[in-house]
């Protein structure tokens, strides 16, 4: 029973971890109606930020966590405002294109991460202990990361619904065009949704590098990862998100313990293609959009 | 535009003038050179170790060359930049073989680039001592490929040793679902059967797993004295992590490749206290010409030399040393002559099973002790003692 109870809260505290690392996608998915295929380099990149801040000064990630976050918020203004503007969504395969665009961007960060960071695998060691609630012990880092991600999600979440730019943000997700004609600007505001997504990647990996070991060529399966997760959720759904987060977590962590770890890589999937196949929406579909 | 060709020539211009450039003292090698031909990853994310390999070879070439060269003749090193590609390497092969008409190959890093210049390194006759540690190209199929690097089955024989000496009866193994750790796992179950130890819990996952806490908790739950990783570096952190982070206990971790990484102690900070890791060559190491190794090797490249740079050393050394018992450069007289040459080199004991495998190579284990590597098995080549059993996280 302890076992058991272990394992729930592993897993929940994981879907916690995986939540943080999607929350970004989500949210310019949601806006945008893009996926930002960048993502994953995007946390590799706030990760890698937070090694050298530790290595170089002692600092810990809690301090890396709001630079590399401001830093991911310059570097994803200047890619919106600079790039991504200028591919116009409205035109035939604008989606596409601006799909290219992020793959592309995800080789020049990755690359350029390469060059200063080198290719092996990095950590930081950091809130490595476990908590004893009674028979069960409770991983530090893994707790530390969930509080984090609901914190987030509420923060995000009172932002859009209850802040002036937010509902802005919002009336330009359900029509760009609407929201423009009352005088929204809408290109300010993408720049600003965009921004704040590669923030919240940025500031997501400056804490789970002390989970799991980032290299610079990480940031494809993360990406991957966190799209599975908002896909399952109902894309740009944040209370699906986190439903989907969970549903991951405990997952993987169940197949791992009772199928074999081996299975478990191909359980997530199976589970992704199920809710493709008999809920296309998501879990949560047009409900508690963005 | 500079094309692919031409960055080559360029590269393969440089490292020539390299080694033209290396002094030759002593007795004068006289003659045409005798040309050694290999392809290395001198460029690109998989760079780092194929360089040290090289200059391990550039290292070898220049001592024999000091030491009046082999045959009389001076050794020249003629290496291209493989990129880390596969067939990239099996075109340069091809080009050192037909076009340039090498007198001597060697290898190139690592198992994936000998895998696939096999072949054709065997229908050219031309024998190679292979830097590719699994054991399935030298039973026979590639005649011509004989081991310079201790085979996978064997990397971990001394922490079970080290296990087995202080009493340990049970062991968990945790295996990455890939060729070199599931290859690896089975030399250790062999091992630790023959040591008189039981594998009580074994599973693999896959390569891509980044959560090991539901893992590592089964494989704590039948108690074994020792847990033992066939791991890369990322995997083998990922368990250290999730054991301590859940408090799951042994009297010894060990795990194969990862803790001999610097990368290791740093991202894990005080959680790789006592870990064990393997290495199949140590700076400290008190084998053949070990010292003078170490000190020309840090004199010529500023830096000191790691396994790769050995491994390759020893093999060129090997290699010239059988040529010059033969007396020519017959390449299937070369080939018996190393298939019987027992030797020690700066890695260990050279010997090879009679099809060219490895078997006298084995490994050195060292532990994480106050955030630095050291040397702790077999006991006459340690730097400090062992320090078992594991403290609590």
């Known amino acids: 029973m302890a076992t058991f109870a272990t394992l729930v809260v592993l897993g929940l505290l994981w879907g916690g971890v995986y939540l943080l690392m999607a929350e970004g996608l989500n949210l310019i998915y949601g806006v945008m109606k893009v996926v930002n295929l960048a993502h994953g380099d995007f946390i590799v990149l706030g990760g890698l930020l937070a090694l050298t801040l530790f290595g170089r000064y002692g600092l810990s990630p809690v301090v890396a966590f709001p630079l590399a976050a401001a830093l991911l918020f310059v570097i994803g203004a200047a890619v919106q405002g600079g790039v991504l503007e200028r591919i116009p969504l409205a035109k035939p395969e604008g989606e596409l294109r601006t799909l290219l665009a992020t793959f592309g961007l995800s080789y020049v960060v990755a690359n350029t991460s390469f060059l200063i960071w080198g290719s092996q695998f990095q950590s930081i060691p950091f809130l490595q202990s476990a908590f004893a609630v009674g028979p069960i012990a409770v991983p530090q880092g893994l707790l530390a990361c969930s509080l984090l991600a609901a914190a987030l999600a509420v923060a995000v979440h009172a932002w859009l619904r209850h802040t002036a730019v937010g509902r802005a943000v919002r009336a330009t997700a359900q029509s760009a065009l609407g929201a423009a004609a009352c005088g929204l600007n809408v290109r300010r505001l993408r720049i600003v949704t965009f921004a704040l997504g590669a923030a919240m990647a940025g500031g997501a990996g400056a804490l789970v590098i002390a989970l799991v070991p980032f290299q610079t060529s990480s940031g494809g399966d993360l990406t991957v990862q966190a799209f599975t997760l908002i896909a399952l959720g109902g894309l740009g759904s944040y209370l699906g998100a986190w439903l989907a987060a969970e549903l991951l977590g405990i997952t993987e962590v169940m197949a791992q313990y009772y199928l074999g770890s081996d299975a478990a890589a191909a359980v997530i999937y199976l589970v992704f293609i199920a809710v493709l196949v008999f809920r296309p929406q998501g879990l949560l579909g047009r409900t508690m959009r963005i | ?393």
Not at chain 2, 237 to 244: E, L, P, R, S, Y
Not at chain 2, 341 to 350: A, H, I, L, P
Not at chain 2, 358 to 368: A, D, H, I, P, R
Not at chain 2, 371 to 377: A, M, N, R, Y
Request: aromatic share 8%; glycine share 8%; proline share 7%.
């Open chain 2, 1 to 393: 535009m500079t094309t692919r060709r031409e960055l080559l020539q360029t590269s393969a211009a440089i490292t020539l003038l390299g080694a033209m450039a290396q002094p030759r003292r002593g007795a004068a090698a006289a003659g045409p050179p005798i040309r050694v031909g290999c392809s290395i990853t001198q460029t690109g994310p998989y760079s780092a170790p194929a360089v040290f390999e090289l200059q391990g070879y550039q290292l070898a070439a220049a001592e024999l060359n000091k030491a009046g060269g082999v045959l009389g003749r001076p050794i020249e090193i003629v290496a291209y930049d493989d990129q880390g590609n596969p067939s990239t390497a099996v075109q340069l092969y091809q080009k050192l073989i037909h076009s340039d008409r090498v007198d001597l190959l060697v290898s190139p890093y690592e198992a994936d680039l000998v895998l696939a210049v096999a072949p054709l390194v065997t229908r050219a006759r031309m024998v190679m001592p292979s830097l590719g540690a699994n054991i399935e190209p030298y039973q026979g199929k590639y005649p011509y490929l004989i081991q310079a690097i201790t085979q996978t089955p064997r990397y971990m024989m001394p922490v079970i040793d080290l296990a087995a000496s202080r009493g340990y009866k049970t062991v968990a193994l945790l295996v990455q679902n890939t060729q070199f750790p599931q290859e690896l796992a089975k030399g250790i179950a062999d091992e630790a059967t023959a040591k008189g130890m039981s594998v009580v819990f074994r599973e693999a996952y896959a390569p891509t797993t980044t959560d090991f806490s539901a893992l590592v908790l089964k494989a704590a739950e039948r108690k074994p004295d020792v847990i033992i990783g066939a791991t890369y570096l990322a995997d083998a952190m990922g368990i250290v992590h999730a054991a301590k982070s859940e408090n799951v206990q042994a009297k010894m971790f060990a795990f194969s490749i990862g803790p001999v990484e610097p990368e290791f102690g740093k991202g894990l900070g005080p959680a790789a206290e006592g870990i064990f890791g393997t290495t199949l060559y140590f700076p400290s190491l008190k084998t053949a010409g070990n010292e003078a190794f170490v000190a020309d090797f840090t004199a010529k490249f500023g830096r000191a030399p790691d396994y790769h740079a050995a491994v390759a050393y020893a093999s060129l050394k090997v290699l010239a040393g059988a040529v010059q018992r033969v007396g020519s450069l017959d390449q299937d007289k070369i080939l018996r002559a190393l298939l019987q040459t027992q030797t020690d080199t700066v890695v260990g004991r050279f010997a090879l099973s009679p099809t060219g495998m490895q078997t006298g190579y084995t490994s050195y284990v060292l532990q994480w002790q106050k955030g630095k590597q050291e040397l702790v098995w077999p006991r006459e080549q340690a730097t400090a003692p062992v320090e078992l059993p594991h403290p609590a996280w």
